[in-house]
């Protein structure tokens, strides 16, 4: 096996594809993610093993760890190869638009893969998409002109991380508690309308009960933009020195 240093083995990324072999199917770390992240989708990561992917795949488990040595270096190409979907959206003219884009980007994949919204804000993602992501952000971030060092760099780049991971967790939740209990938000209003009626009429919560009577139903997508819209707006004012 390839190594880095002394016994350690090369990140999966940087180790070479295994020869071809002489197989009726012919496998590559590629066709493992592709495979993997299918059935991510369908089954969430608890449903993910090296043995299903290998019967998706048609061959047998052992040769799986040709190209991954387990679950964790597997989950780092799956994880991969969704940043490198976002990377295109990074492409704007002016740090604003990139930074929006990103976003947007990312909550977008994270709808269309749900288990990626699981590893956000985990341990670090350190793939070569997964940097070109990290530097196209910060990089955008660094050209606004309310960032003057590194410490107001990584100020920024944290409170926007905290923003789109904790918006874009929160969203895949919503959506998986209604699926999962059946309930939508009218049934669930209908179920647990009367009281909470009863506990805003006793005028205890004035300000939640115009937030539930006044407020009107917000779009989820036009609600994260304008949320992100906000974050950015206060990168970029005036901040007390």
Do not use: C
């Given at each position: 096996?390839?190594?880095?240093?002394?016994?350690?083995?090369?990140?999966?990324?940087?180790?070479?594809?295994?020869?071809?072999?002489?197989?009726?199917?012919?496998?590559?770390?590629?066709?493992?993610?592709?495979?993997?992240?299918?059935?991510?989708?369908?089954?969430?990561?608890?449903?993910?093993?090296?043995?299903?992917?290998?019967?998706?795949?048609?061959?047998?488990?052992?040769?799986?760890?040709?190209?991954?040595?387990?679950?964790?270096?597997?989950?780092?190409?799956?994880?991969?190869?969704?940043?490198a979907r976002i990377a295109e959206a990074g492409?704007?003219?002016?740090?604003?638009?990139?930074?929006?884009?990103?976003?947007?980007?990312?909550?977008?994949?994270?709808?269309?893969?749900?288990?990626?919204?699981?590893?956000?804000?985990?341990?670090?993602?350190?793939?070569?998409?997964?940097?070109?992501?990290?530097?196209?952000?910060?990089?955008?971030?660094?050209?606004?002109?309310?960032?003057?060092?590194?410490?107001?760099?990584?100020?920024?780049?944290?409170?926007?991380?905290?923003?789109?991971?904790?918006?874009?967790?929160?969203?895949?939740?919503?959506?998986?508690?209604?699926?999962?209990?059946?309930?939508?938000?009218?049934?669930?209003?209908?179920?647990?309308?009367?009281?909470?009626?009863?506990?805003?009429?006793?005028?205890?919560?004035?300000?939640?009960?115009?937030?539930?009577?006044?407020?009107?139903?917000?779009?989820?997508?036009?609600?994260?933009?304008?949320?992100?819209?906000?974050?950015?707006?206060?990168?970029?004012?005036?901040?007390?020195?």
């Amino acid at each position: 096996m390839d190594t880095a240093y002394g016994s350690e083995p090369l990140p999966v990324w940087e180790r070479p594809e295994p020869q071809p072999r002489a197989v009726p199917v012919q496998l590559s770390r590629d066709k493992i993610a592709a495979t993997a992240i299918g059935l991510a989708d369908a089954h969430g990561l608890d449903g993910l093993s090296l043995r299903k992917i290998a019967k998706d795949l048609g061959v047998g488990p052992m040769r799986l760890y040709d190209y991954v040595i387990n679950k964790s270096e597997l989950l780092d190409l799956m994880v991969d190869v969704v940043y490198a979907r976002i990377a295109e959206a990074g492409q704007g003219s002016g740090w604003r638009d990139r930074v929006l884009a990103i976003a947007h980007a990312t909550r977008e994949a994270a709808l269309d893969h749900e288990w990626f919204s699981d590893v956000l804000g985990g341990r670090p993602h350190l793939g070569p998409h997964a940097l070109a992501v990290g530097e196209a952000t910060a990089s955008a971030l660094d050209a606004s002109p309310a960032v003057r060092n590194i410490d107001d760099l990584q100020r920024v780049v944290g409170a926007l991380n905290a923003f789109v991971i904790g918006a874009v967790r929160r969203e895949v939740t919503e959506r998986r508690t209604a699926r999962s209990t059946g309930t939508d938000e009218a049934a669930f209003q209908a179920r647990l309308g009367p009281y909470l009626r009863r506990m805003l009429n006793t005028g205890r919560y004035p300000t939640v009960a115009r937030l539930v009577i006044d407020g009107a139903h917000l779009d989820a997508r036009e609600t994260f933009h304008h949320n992100l819209t906000t974050i950015l707006d206060g990168i970029t004012g005036r901040r007390p020195t």
